[in-house]
């Protein structure tokens, strides 16, 4: 039965590019309350706003509930819900049936270090499906196991990670922990908050009550909150505390008796399991939130309070460091040392309440940044890199998938905006030098890279399951885009041999006469001439230059050259000996199949054969062995 829960949201915003079908796996999703469920819950409304088709699978059961099966289909706030069976302990809970709702995604999300995590890509050879992982953590936010879980983590973990795409690493602990066991296709994406939730809700009257919401979890600390408050009183009587959280390993009679023996049991109040609602009204009443975690993966409900306008006080761990930082107010404290921590918390309470409007305000706008929004747009681009819909990673090179018609326009579009276009062709040759430079592959960063031959494009079908739209290439793109830009432009040619450029200069004035060349020079010149080449560029002051030396020494000598000359560069190949018929042409039907490496090579096969026949067998073999390890985003 397929259950509607209508809840009021905005409108939805339409996507820029196509709406992808995105399906989130994670153990644990509404009704159950915590910051994991609350992470996808918003990053899944959020793009259910921008127009994607959106699905969470989840577990049937509440870990800690009833043991009440929940519906096997519902949907709420336009995300539809599939709830499956598990086995096992909630540790480690065993759902198999998961394959079954993954048939019409275009991207799998997988939350948490888990056994979905690793059922998925164990099966990803079934499933076909290109997986995303982000980390909330890992598994070490708590003591148990520590030893078996660093060998698990170096066995296993590292075995299913090289079936991911993309690692989104929820911390810079998260991604230090991470790059151990994975070099590429791995980053910081940090996870965004509701700060809509509790905006602007909290206690105007400068009351003197603290609350701690998340979470009851022996990683949390949150016992270590009554000697803190012992301590809080004996400076400033008056003061209270609000705990309100979902157990998870950690009881409220547990807490209600730490309570007692801190002797606070009065000027405590426990809430279990509150919803949103109550929360709300709690947080209402207070204008401090204290966290003492020993361990968080990112640290949600700090920046929930200070959307709300309390002021945060938190151990000293880096991601609650890192949030005190962005945030640009709260305090670090060490609660083991109540009596201090006490005082640093007053320090911190008098000069808020000496501008508490002023502080509020700009509590109000320092969330801002850790809003849904943006971060679910990171999210989407990491989807459509990873599913190459905009980009395609060949052996670490990020390609540009477009038409010659396109690039001409987000070139000229460039021009018309007064920056400039780095332009190099990705062939099987380039690439196999990228796999092993790579110094030369963050240089080609800042490049627009094109597919160039039909290596490039077995590769995408390989690695995506489509070719590229076109195939690009220099010796056909330059005199394109020459005749297509919008722009006359100023043209400086570097590259051939004397006798060649020369040629190549009074070709390309003849057949585009609203273009001027500004100069040429060979590319055969020696480091000593140098210096010299490059006043005679700046001298010229070209719109474009087009440099011809074969790869990879024409994209370096770009990137390392002319990265201070304000014009655009391409590199073109050997198009200068093609202008002037220094060599010849494939015919239009051998260019037709594809084949006109081919040509090449019976025409120069004592220069062509290592990069041909070596090469390219060693490019297919390194292709699937990116196919193997799943990866698609740098």
């Not at 051998?590 to 025409?603: G, K, Q």
Request: hydrophobic content about 45%; charged content about 25%.
């Amino acid at each position: 039965m397929l259950v509607e829960n209508k809840v009021s949201s905005p409108l939805p915003v339409e996507p820029a590019s196509p709406a992808m079908r995105i399906v989130h796996v994670v153990r644990q999703f509404d009704p159950a309350i915590g910051g994991l469920e609350a992470v996808v819950r918003n990053l899944a409304r959020e793009q259910v706003r921008a127009g994607h088709q959106v699905r969470v699978v989840t577990l049937d059961r509440i870990f800690r509930g009833d043991g009440t099966r929940l519906p096997a289909r519902e949907v709420r706030d336009g995300v539809e819900i599939r709830r499956i069976g598990f086995a096992g302990s909630p540790r480690y809970p065993l759902a198999p049936a998961v394959l079954r709702h993954l048939s019409d995604a275009d991207i799998v999300h997988v939350h948490a270090i888990d056994f979905f995590f690793d059922y998925l890509a164990v099966t990803r050879f079934l499933h076909r499906k290109p997986l995303v992982v982000s980390t909330h953590g890992g598994f070490f936010h708590t003591p148990f196991a520590q030893g078996l879980k660093a060998v698990y983590f170096k066995t296993i973990t590292r075995t299913s990670l090289t079936r991911y795409a993309y690692v989104a690493a929820s911390s810079i602990q998260d991604r230090e922990r991470f790059a151990q066991i994975r070099s590429q296709g791995i980053d910081v994406l940090e996870n965004g908050v509701d700060i809509e939730k509790f905006r602007d809700c909290g206690a105007r009257d400068g009351a003197k009550t603290i609350i701690y919401f998340g979470r009851l979890a022996p990683h949390k600390k949150v016992a270590a909150l009554f000697p803190f408050l012992n301590a809080l009183r004996e400076q400033d009587e008056g003061w209270r505390l609000v705990v309100a959280g979902l157990p998870s390993g950690v009881g409220i009679a547990e807490l209600a008796e730490a309570a007692r023996e801190a002797g606070m049991g009065d000027h405590v109040e426990l809430m279990d399991s509150p919803d949103d609602e109550a929360l709300r009204a709690a947080v209402s009443r207070c204008s401090v939130f204290a966290s003492p975690s020993a361990y968080e993966g990112f640290g949600i409900a700090p920046i929930e309070a200070a959307s709300a306008g309390l002021l945060p006080v938190l151990s000293n761990i880096p991601p609650h460091a890192r949030t005190v930082e962005r945030l640009g107010l709260g305090a670090l404290v060490d609660f083991s040392r109540p009596e201090d921590a006490a005082a640093e918390l007053l320090a911190h309470w008098r000069e808020r309440e000496a501008g508490r409007d002023a502080w509020r305000a700009r509590a109000l706008e320092a969330v801002r940044p850790f809003g849904w929004q943006g971060v679910a747009r990171e999210f989407e681009e990491v989807y459509r890199r990873v599913i190459g819909d905009r980009t395609r990673l060949i052996l670490g090179a990020e390609t540009r998938v477009t038409t010659k018609n396109e690039l001409v326009n987000a070139i000229d579009d460039r021009i018309d905006d007064g920056s400039h276009c780095r332009l190099a062709f990705l062939n099987a040759n380039l690439a196999n030098v990228i796999a092993g430079k790579p110094a030369l592959r963050e240089k080609l960063r800042s490049f627009i890279l094109v597919n160039d031959g039909i290596g490039v494009d077995v590769a995408s079908l390989l690695l995506y399951g489509r070719r590229f739209p076109e195939n690009l290439n220099g010796t056909d793109f330059a005199p394109f885009f020459l005749d297509a830009t919008r722009h006359p432009l100023r043209i400086f040619l570097l590259g051939a041999r004397d006798d060649v450029i020369g040629r190549a200069a009074a070709r390309l004035a003849e057949r585009w006469p609203r273009h001027h060349v500004v100069g040429f020079a060979s590319g055969y010149f020696t480091p000593g001439e140098e210096a010299d080449l490059l006043a005679r560029i700046r001298d010229a002051s070209p719109d474009l230059v087009l440099v011809g030396m074969g790869n990879p020494r024409q994209e370096e000598w770009i990137a390392d050259r002319l990265k201070d000359v304000p014009c655009s560069a391409f590199a073109v190949g050997a198009w200068f000996d093609f202008l002037t018929g220094e060599v010849s042409r494939a015919p239009d039907w051998v260019r037709t199949i594809r084949c006109e490496w081919i040509y090449r090579l019976a025409l120069e096969p004592g220069r062509l054969w290592r990069r041909y026949i070596v090469g390219n067998p060693l490019f297919l073999s390194r292709v699937m062995l990116q196919r193997m390890r799943g990866e698609r985003a740098a």
